[in-house]
């Protein structure tokens, strides 16, 4: 059973920064793709980056330049750096893991940026 467990939301105010971790139980190298998501109240959920195997990254046009994603697969971790946080970047976070046969998600941890 693949569990997901994020980490690191919290309140900061506009311009600031914060760190989400995302702890994979076993290895995350097996997984092809792994991202960030989030969902705002009243809105539907929405991808923010997303990492593959090999490294290489991509981010909705909303975090580019503000976000970076990054894993580390010694600790079975992924991590979303957020720096010149924005009130519209609040929302629950979720980490997705995902092979070309299954898909995993966290249960969401909470960031809320005060303007």
């Known amino acids: 059973q693949v569990q997901l467990v994020e980490s690191g939301g919290g309140l900061v105010q506009a311009g600031g920064s914060l760190r989400l971790s995302c702890a994979v139980s076993?290895?995350?190298?097996?997984?092809?793709?792994m991202g960030w998501y989030r969902q705002a109240p009243g809105k539907q959920r929405e991808w923010v980056a997303g990492?593959?195997?090999?490294?290489?990254?991509n981010y909705a046009d909303s975090v580019k330049g503000r976000f970076t994603i990054t894993r580390d697969n010694a600790k079975n971790t992924v991590y979303l750096q957020m720096n010149g946080l924005k009130p519209e970047d609040t929302g629950v976070y979720y980490c997705?893991?995902?092979?070309?046969?299954?898909?995993?998600w966290g249960q969401g941890t909470q960031v809320t940026v005060s303007s």
């Open positions: 997705n893991a995902s092979t070309i046969f299954s898909d995993y």
């Open positions: 990492i593959t195997g090999s490294g290489s990254t």
């Open positions: 076993g290895s995350t190298s097996r997984f092809n793709h």
